[in-house]
């Protein structure tokens, strides 16, 4: 079946460095990826939608700045957290859109800005 | 701002129960979906199902859907431990939005 394989699963970075997070769809190809992020215990909130060769759309109150999004590929969408801070520590996932299939999502990444 | 309401936040149940979920969304849908997370993990897909259709079944799992409620609810039967998880509902509209979940808890 379709598979989207995000890395890392997990990261720990300094305040202030950047942290890029990829997301490849193996076996499809996916023109519109979705970014999301979750808090402990709570719901997927969508960040931005990433669509191939386009720039990305974001949802209201995210820095387009903060979180550069690239999908430079049918497959590979990435996810760039610029100059961390700690309040960006989360667990931010990737989906690709598959028709009648629903979305299939990465397993996510869990990032820890120290 | 979250489309789909999960009710109720949190359930606990014994093994072999059955457990149901609901979810109520606010605008038109071209269909939801129902997803389940583990702890720390991504989410998998468990059923769509169309706005023009009522009821599905997959395995034990049984999703209703009433537009004109809009609302949705996942039946999954003879519960295992294994079902611990949370459940999403995600409606898909032009873009697919998450309800808060139901964390489901099976004791054995």
């Known amino acids: 079946g379709a598979v989207v394989s995000q890395h890392p699963s997990w990261v720990i970075c300094k305040s202030g460095t950047s942290v890029k997070i990829e997301c490849r769809s193996l076996d499809f190809q996916a023109t519109t990826m979705f970014w999301y992020r979750q808090f402990p215990k709570q719901s997927l909130m969508l960040m931005a939608t990433?669509?191939?060769?386009?720039?990305?759309?974001?949802e209201q109150g995210v820095e387009k700045d903060k979180f550069l999004i690239n999908h430079a590929s049918l497959t590979l969408s990435t996810l760039t957290v610029t100059s961390a801070h700690p309040e960006d520590s989360s667990f931010y996932i990737c989906s690709a859109a598959r028709g009648d299939y629903g979305y299939t999502f990465g397993s996510g990444t869990r990032l820890t800005v120290v | 701002s979250q489309q789909g309401e999960e009710d109720p936040q949190a359930l606990s149940i014994q093994e072999g129960e059955n457990a149901t979920m609901n979810c109520s969304y606010k605008?038109?849908?071209?269909?939801l979906q129902w997803y389940r997370q583990n702890s720390g993990r991504g989410l998998v897909h468990l059923i769509l199902?169309?706005?023009?259709?009522r009821e599905k079944h997959s395995g034990r799992l049984r999703v209703t859907l009433d537009t004109s409620k809009k609302s949705s609810s996942l039946l999954i039967t003879a519960s295992r431990a294994a079902d611990t998880a949370s459940y999403f509902c995600a409606t898909d509209g032009q873009k697919l939005v998450f309800g808060q979940g139901t964390r489901l808890t099976i004791n054995p």
């Open positions: 990433s669509n191939e060769g386009s720039k990305a759309t974001y």
């Open positions: 199902i169309r706005s023009n259709e």
């Open positions: 605008t038109s849908i071209n269909n």
